[in-house]
């Protein structure tokens, strides 16, 4: 008994809908959709189950025999943010490849829903059915890869700290407007353009009073053109075989 009362519920815990009452006229499927569209027009504050019967037609007490709260709903919503990553890829090839075309998909995805992010900043990430088959997933490419369990697990999440970093970054990028004035070098140093603020910080790195930041940039050269995807993937490569004990490639 007391193993069932310490047990943690979750919204996958319970059938999806009580047998008493009428037919059911939609499933839990559909209300994530509609949630998943909500908090990707409008953002996640924008996300009660009020807006949410309002988006669907219906009243709001039809959509707890459904879902027991809002924080069930965003459980839902994350889930199935989970479940567009493909994992039907065979595992067993190259494990770096592998989890690092992983990664490129779970970046994506936090690119798609930008709100994410912030949901599992504040929540917690929990863990539904499409988010463990990811997990388990992930660990069944790293199989062949050295290192221990505790290793592969802290692997798996610096893949998806990373993703969420650079689709933020992305994010901000996307975000931030060209402007028109004459502060637009400055604005462009602090925001989306790359070589305004390479220059920028080659600019004060020159005044020395930052002898190894310019012993850095000298030694690094001209950075190369931005590309987003090629330094994650750097990234990825670097770091993750260093964290198993195998080195750099």
Known sequence: MADRETRPTTVWSRPERGARGPAPERSRAQITAAALALADAE???AVSMRALAQRLGTGPASLYRYVGSRDELLDLMADAVAGELDLSGP????WLDDLVGLALQSRDAHVRHPWLADLNDRRG?????HAIDYLDHALGILAPAPGTAGQKLEAV????GLAVLFARREAAA???GAPSTAAASTAAASTG????RAAHLAAVAAEG?????????TAAGAPPPADRDALF????????PAMLGQGEP
């Open 125 to 129: 990430e929990v863990l539904g059915p």
């Open 91 to 94: 595992t067993g090839g190259d």
């Open 193 to 196: 353009d790359p070589a305004a």
């Open 43 to 45: 953002g996640l504050a």
């Open 157 to 160: 999440g610096l893949l998806g």
């Open 233 to 240: 993937v750097r990234l990825l490569r670097r770091l993750l």
């Open 174 to 176: 996307t975000s931030s």
């Open 209 to 217: 009073r930052h002898p190894h930041l310019l012993a850095a940039l």
